[in-house]
T-cell receptor
Framework: DAKTTQPPSMDCAEGRAANLPCNHS???????VYWYRQIHSQGPQYIIH???NNETNEMASLIITEDRKSSTLILPHATLRDTAVYYC?????????????FGAGTQVVVTP | AAGVIQSPRHLIKEKRETATLKCYPIPRHDTVYWYQQGPGQDPQFLISFYEKMQSDKGSIPDRFSAQQFSDYHSELNMSSLELGDSALYFC????????????????FGPGTRLTVL
């Protein structure tokens, strides 16, 4: 699976949008971009995923560049409960999905 | 909605002892994953099972073994415990890949915190 690069930390004001970048320059055509987050010591939680097109759900939006070498997770109105480590993970579509490979994510701190 | 259940939530063991962690997946989920998260580290994949067969293997020590039973619950057995085994152990479950959408969400349990003294 392709490697990803994320900034180690990011601060965001409550109520503002949080834009989390992820670089995956070696991504291949059959690899999806997944985002998970982990609130302190809790189990990781799925946020969103995408292949080529931008995606939106009730939690966030995912913007993938046309060349697919980078993406941005957008939390539209950050709340204090969004404070967590956010992981960008690239996963290949195969017969068996197998493991999630967690790299060094981004620690997001939402402040009042 | 039902979630992944892990037991026990906390476990304290001495060096060289054995430990068994249990995981009960979300009903009708056919795949179980185990992850280890050491202090200040990111979760690391250990092993997974699909329909009671081992489907993938990560950096799981030879001292550890796991299986998935006929009711789909899974157990992680850890022997000859070492201080470095102290960690949070997460179990996750999922349904088989939805190929049309590329959707495969793993649902994580609350974890078992293992402390080896």
């Amino acid at each position: 699976d392709a490697k990803t690069t994320q900034p180690p930390s990011m601060d965001c004001a409550e109520g503002r949008a949080a834009n989390l970048p992820c670089n995956h320059s070696t991504i291949s055509g059959n690899e999806y971009v997944y985002w998970y987050r982990q609130i302190h010591s809790q189990g990781p939680q799925y946020i969103i995923h995408g292949l080529k097109n931008n995606e939106t759900n009730e939690m966030a939006s995912l913007i993938i560049t046309e060349d697919r070498k980078s993406s941005t997770l957008i939390l539209p109105h950050a709340t204090l409960r969004d404070t967590a480590v956010y992981y960008c993970i690239v996963r290949i579509l195969t017969d068996s999905w197998g493991k999630l490979q967690f790299g060094a994510g981004t620690q997001v701190v939402v402040t009042p | 909605a039902a979630g992944v259940i892990q037991s026990p939530r906390h476990l304290i063991k001495e060096k060289r002892e054995t430990a068994t962690l249990k995981c009960y997946p979300i009903p009708r989920h056919d795949t179980v994953y185990w992850y280890q998260q050491g202090p200040g580290q990111d979760p690391q994949f250990l092993i997974s099972f699909y329909e009671k067969m081992q489907s993938d293997k990560g950096s799981i020590p030879d001292r550890f073994s796991a299986q998935q039973f006929s009711d789909y619950h899974s157990e992680l057995n850890m022997s000859s415990l070492e201080l470095g085994d102290s960690a949070l152990y997460f179990c996750a479950s999922s349904l088989e890949l939805n190929r049309a959408s590329g959707y495969n969400e793993q649902f994580f349990g609350p974890g078992t915190r293992l402390t080896v003294l």
